[in-house]
């Protein structure tokens, strides 16, 4: 059961990096253009900051100390038996 959630959780996790990734890319590509005056989505990935971006962030984080910690516990209860 334990192996099951952990699996879980990591595929979680990874696609979460991607979506972080995903927005740094745009934010990093939208800012250069709005400096060269090309539009490219700045705006939008504002207005995607606060309902996307902003919690995939926290789960991503979240998610990483979840996981490192079941896997200290169970380190811990493994090495005890």
């Known amino acids: 059961m334990k192996d099951k959630i ?16 995903f927005g740094f890319g745009w934010f990093a590509i939208a800012v250069i253009g709005q400096a060269t005056g ?3 989505g700045l705006d939008l990935w504002h207005q995607l900051w606060q309902p996307l971006f902003n919690p995939a962030i926290g789960i991503l984080m979240g998610g990483a100390i979840l996981s490192g910690v079941i896997n200290w516990v169970s380190r811990k209860f493994q090495s005890n038996q």
Do not use: G, R
């Not at 952990?6 to 990734?21: A, G, H, P, Q, T």
């Open 38 to 40: 090309v539009p490219l």
């Open 6 to 21: 952990l699996n879980w959780l990591n595929l979680i996790l990874v696609v979460d990096v991607f979506l972080v990734l």
